[in-house]
């Protein structure tokens, strides 16, 4: 079942092995990783989902920076997960409550669906190492480090997000993999609205 922590836990997917990349790439730096992110507009693909207790799931993943996320799971799951306004909703079609609602902002997602990604920030970098084909960088909110941490692995020319691993406040992980991640293109707004949504389900 899609919870809260399945959420914090791995909402992160990028393709399952496919993090090859250029031999003995260089390490990126944190500017260069902050730039991509913040030039990451819009994207869209598939996703793999590693679940803390090893399951798998898949689906389609959204993003629109700043703010918003969309992860559609397939059957036999079939939630949907999806951050705007501030908020991330949790939608469980075999629930008749609604959805269940937290904020953005406690979830290590924030960082990268950040305004301003500024991975320079002090104390919010506890991690930066690369094995010569990728980059790998682990991020917290250095304000609120109890909240948990994101892992993010990058391949280089071009610089691409693969993977990410989040890592829950009681230290519970899950690791998403993209699929044919497309960066660009136009995602209507409507796709993060938990309102609407909740209405369109009968919540």
């Given at each position: 079942m899609?919870?809260?922590?399945h959420?914090?836990a791995?909402?992160?997917a990028?393709a399952?092995g496919?993090?090859?990349?250029?031999?003995?790439?260089?390490?990126?730096?944190?500017?260069?990783?902050?730039n991509?992110?913040?030039?990451?507009l819009t994207?869209q693909g598939?996703f793999?989902?590693?679940n803390?207790?090893?399951?798998?799931?898949?689906?389609q993943i959204y993003?629109?920076?700043p703010g918003?996320i969309?992860f559609?799971?397939n059957?036999?799951d079939?939630?949907l997960?999806m951050?705007g306004?501030g908020s991330?909703?949790i939608?469980?079609?075999r629930?008749?409550?609604g959805?269940?609602r937290y904020p953005l902002?406690?979830?290590?997602?924030?960082?990268?669906l950040?305004?301003?990604v500024d991975?320079?920030?002090?104390?919010?970098v506890?991690?930066?190492?690369?094995d010569g084909?990728?980059t790998?960088?682990?991020?917290?909110d250095?304000?609120n480090p109890?909240?948990?941490n994101?892992?993010?692995?990058?391949?280089a020319?071009?610089v691409?997000?693969?993977?990410w691993?989040?890592t829950d406040?009681?230290?519970?992980?899950?690791?998403?993999i993209?699929?044919?991640?497309?960066?660009g293109?136009s995602?209507?707004?409507a796709k993060?609205?938990?309102?609407?949504?909740?209405?369109a389900?009968g919540?």
């Amino acid at each position: 079942m899609t919870t809260r922590r399945h959420f914090l836990a791995g909402t992160a997917a990028i393709a399952l092995g496919a993090v090859a990349g250029p031999a003995q790439a260089q390490q990126l730096s944190l500017g260069e990783v902050s730039n991509y992110l913040n030039g990451l507009l819009t994207a869209q693909g598939g996703f793999t989902q590693i679940n803390g207790d090893g399951t798998l799931s898949t689906g389609q993943i959204y993003i629109k920076r700043p703010g918003k996320i969309r992860f559609e799971y397939n059957p036999p799951d079939n939630s949907l997960v999806m951050a705007g306004g501030g908020s991330v909703a949790i939608f469980d079609p075999r629930s008749n409550t609604g959805p269940e609602r937290y904020p953005l902002n406690q979830t290590p997602l924030s960082i990268i669906l950040a305004r301003n990604v500024d991975l320079g920030r002090a104390q919010m970098v506890t991690g930066h190492t690369s094995d010569g084909t990728t980059t790998t960088i682990t991020a917290q909110d250095p304000e609120n480090p109890q909240y948990g941490n994101i892992q993010l692995v990058f391949t280089a020319n071009p610089v691409e997000l693969r993977q990410w691993i989040v890592t829950d406040d009681v230290g519970e992980t899950t690791t998403v993999i993209l699929n044919d991640l497309v960066a660009g293109g136009s995602i209507s707004d409507a796709k993060f609205n938990i309102i609407a949504e909740t209405n369109a389900r009968g919540g």
